[in-house]
Structure formats: structure tokens, C-alpha cells
Nanobody, 117 residues
């Protein structure tokens, strides 16, 4: 069973930056893609950004395009660099792994990001 472990959340003022990290517990874990999602209080979980593991190709939600950057290292970790944060970015952020290009199969426990105005 693969576990995804997120880190890097916290409290930041509007306009600030945070970087989230997500590492898989199994180093040789083969995956098609990794993604970041977020869920604000009382709202549905939504896609934020994704990266195809082999090619590094990325995609973003319109709401974060130009402010957030998803990346991966050559080992086992995916990152989400979040700049120019806004209060509406406040949410629990989840890392997820898409193994077979069908659906996101594995999810992290989530990390809280709070942006104060």
C-alpha cells in the first residue's frame, strides 16, 4: 500500500508564498501522474494542478494559472509552489497519485493552507 505524505502547509498573509511537498512511501512507486487538489470548508474537492510523471507535462486550474507551479524531482517527490496567495486559496490541500491514467488512486492526508487578508 502506497502512502502519500504532504508537508509545507501553514498560515501566510495575502500576497505571500508557500511550497507544498508530497512524497510517496514506496520509492519505486510507478505512477502515470501526480496531482494537487484542494477543498475549502463547505465546498467540494477541486483539481488544482497535475503533472505527468514521465514527461513533466503540467496542467492547472484557471484559478491558479500563473501563480502556482507544480514540479517533481528525479526521486519521489512532487511540489506545489504557491505564489501571490489570496484568501480564497485557503483550503486543505491534498496530494494524489494517478497510477493507470484512469483515476486518482492514492491520496494523502491533506495539509491546511490558510491565507489571511
Amino acid at each position: 500500500q502506497v502512502q502519500l505524505v504532504e508537508s509545507g502547509g501553514g498560515l501566510v498573509q495575502a500576497g505571500g508564498s508557500l511550497r507544498l511537498s508530497c512524497a510517496a512511501s514506496v520509492r519505486t512507486f510507478r505512477r502515470y501522474a501526480m496531482g494537487w487538489f484542494r477543498q475549502a470548508p463547505g465546498k467540494e474537492r477541486k483539481f488544482v494542478a497535475g503533472i505527468i510523471w514521465s514527461s513533466g507535462s503540467t496542467s492547472y486550474a484557471d484559478s491558479v494559472q500563473g501563480r502556482f507551479t507544480i514540479s517533481r524531482d528525479n526521486d519521489n517527490t512532487v511540489y506545489l509552489q504557491m505564489n501571490s496567495l489570496k484568501p480564497e486559496d485557503t483550503a486543505v490541500y491534498y496530494c494524489a497519485a494517478n497510477v493507470h491514467n484512469v483515476a486518482y488512486d492514492y491520496w494523502g492526508q491533506g495539509t491546511q493552507v490558510t491565507v489571511s487578508s
